[in-house]
């Protein structure tokens, strides 16, 4: 079983819109968990770090519930420029990412 | 500026032959890792070191070797038993749990 799992898409959604993705994750001592986003043919760039209480930067939220094990991206009023694929990604004596969630904005 | 870079961005070689590619980094990051991604997939870790003259294999590490001899450096050599070399390949360093990116060398193998 994979460390991160997440859904591969791809998410096709109109402007304006409110997308969410989520990941689960496998080992109950990961530490930290991450949210990253990669554009075609570039390297990933960290979009926001994920705690527990939620973290909040602009139109983007990001939860971590363990309980469930699961870290989710919300991305509110979706502009075209949010095009991209998002990795989640999560710690424990390593990094493991998730394989990518596509998003594709229609005008 | 600081950053991590990797050189050259696009390499070309002929099967059997060695390659290694350069990954620097003037953030005085102690960690660094070695990736691997293929086309509509995620990031496989191949090698990382969390301190220089030591690293440890990752998911992926047959057909691959490293070296850390300085804090800056972190070559990846793909050698001539990689079975399937051509892909995209990713450095990145760590400092207070975050992760950060070079921006790739995509190898193909001809």
């Known amino acids: 079983r994979k460390e991160v799992e997440q859904d591969p898409g791809p998410f096709n959604v109109p402007e304006g819109a409110t997308v969410a993705f989520n990941c689960t994750y496998s080992?109950?001592?990961?530490?930290?968990f991450f949210w990253y986003r990669q554009d075609c043919r570039k390297e990933p760039k960290l979009l926001m770090s994920v705690y527990s209480s939620g973290n909040e930067d602009g139109r983007f939220t990001a939860q971590l519930n363990r309980a469930s094990q699961y870290i989710s991206l919300l991305i509110r009023d979706s502009k075209l420029s949010d095009s991209a694929t998002y990795l989640c990604?999560?710690?424990?004596?390593?990094?493991?990412f998730g394989t990518g969630t596509s998003l594709t904005v229609i005008p | 500026d600081g950053g991590i870079t990797q050189s050259p961005k696009y390499l070309f070689r002929k099967e059997g032959q060695n390659v290694t590619l350069s990954c620097e980094q003037n953030?005085?990051?102690?960690?660094m890792y070695w990736y691997r991604q293929d086309p509509g997939q995620g990031l496989r870790l191949i090698y990382y070191?969390?301190?220089?003259?030591?690293?440890q294999k990752g998911d992926i590490a047959e057909g691959y070797s490293v070296s850390r001899e300085k804090k800056e450096s972190f070559p990846l050599t793909v050698t001539s038993a990689q079975k399937n070399p051509t892909a995209f390949y990713l450095c990145?360093?760590?400092?207070?749990?975050?992760?950060?990116f070079g921006p790739g060398t995509r190898l193909t193998v001809l």
């Open positions: 080992n109950s001592a990961s530490q930290s």
């Open positions: 990145a360093s760590t400092i207070a749990g975050e992760q950060f």
């Open positions: 953030l005085n990051h102690d960690a």
């Open positions: 990604a999560g710690t424990g004596n390593q990094f493991y």
């Open positions: 070191s969390q301190i220089v003259n030591d690293f």
